[in-house]
């Protein structure tokens, strides 16, 4: 008998499934942005002190920011400023991150979204393509390019201040013209 509901089974109608959402992508000139996000790693001695800079130069241009940092495991605490974590323990093997803070920063709706990071990290990867960010800026690798708005190649090059140095001059100086906003 099981074979048999099994059989009709494959005939069955399926249910149809909600299409996913469209999150609307659009650039903001630098000005008009409210709601910032920082994604960041803490991998080494200089991205502390980079990250610390990046986040007092948002907060001084009067913008609200929201940061999120991975970390390998539970530690002190080395920024000046408050953020959301999360570790290497919520991340299953199949690269699926399990933490509310992580699904409560995807489902922000930033009207920028910065990634800080200088090497490749998969768990980033899941973060930046799920993320209701209007605008997704950070490194240039070419197996993202549906994760960003706006990719900075910097090259080789792994320090995280050159990183910063260019989302912010090419964040501040894209002037948009969109008739949307005005």
Same mark, same amino acid.
């Given at each position: 008998?099981?074979?048999?509901?099994?059989?009709?089974?494959?005939?069955?109608?399926?249910? @149809?499934?909600?299409?996913? +959402?469209?999150?609307?992508?659009?650039?903001?000139?630098?000005?008009?942005?409210?709601?910032?996000?920082? %994604?960041?790693?803490?991998?080494?001695?200089?991205?502390?002190?980079?990250?610390?800079?990046?986040? @007092?130069?948002?907060?001084?241009?009067?913008?609200?920011?929201?940061?999120?940092?991975?970390?390998?495991?539970?530690?002190?605490?080395?920024?000046?400023?408050?953020?959301?974590?999360?570790?290497?323990?919520?991340?299953? #093997?199949?690269?699926?991150?399990?933490? %509310?803070?992580?699904?409560?920063?995807?489902?922000?709706?930033?009207?920028?979204?910065?990634?800080?990071?200088?090497?490749?990290?998969?768990?980033?990867?899941?973060?930046?393509? +799920?993320?209701?960010?209007?605008? +997704?800026?950070? @490194?240039?690798?070419?197996?993202?390019?549906? #994760?960003?708005?706006?990719?900075?190649?910097?090259?080789?090059?792994?320090?995280?201040?050159?990183?910063?140095?260019?989302?912010?001059?090419?964040?501040?100086?894209?002037?948009?013209?969109?008739?949307?906003?005005?």
């Amino acid at each position: 008998m099981a074979i048999l509901e099994n059989f009709i089974s494959v005939f069955k109608p399926k249910k @149809k499934q909600a299409p996913a +959402r469209e999150i609307a992508r659009y650039t903001l000139n630098y000005e008009d942005t409210r709601d910032i996000g920082v %994604l960041f790693s803490h991998s080494n001695d200089e991205n502390p002190k980079a990250i610390n800079y990046f986040v @007092k130069l948002l907060q001084k241009d009067k913008k609200s920011v929201k940061a999120l940092a991975y970390f390998e495991e539970k530690h002190s605490n080395p920024y000046d400023f408050r953020f959301d974590f999360f570790t290497a323990k919520d991340i299953d #093997s199949k690269g699926v991150i399990h933490s %509310l803070q992580v699904e409560e920063f995807i489902q922000k709706e930033f009207d920028c979204l910065y990634c800080v990071n200088v090497t490749d990290f998969p768990p980033f990867h899941y973060i930046m393509k +799920r993320s209701h960010a209007k605008f +997704r800026v950070g @490194k240039f690798y070419p197996e993202m390019l549906d #994760s960003f708005e706006l990719m900075i190649d910097i090259g080789d090059n792994k320090n995280a201040v050159d990183l910063i140095l260019q989302m912010l001059h090419f964040t501040k100086t894209l002037i948009i013209h969109n008739p949307q906003y005005k």
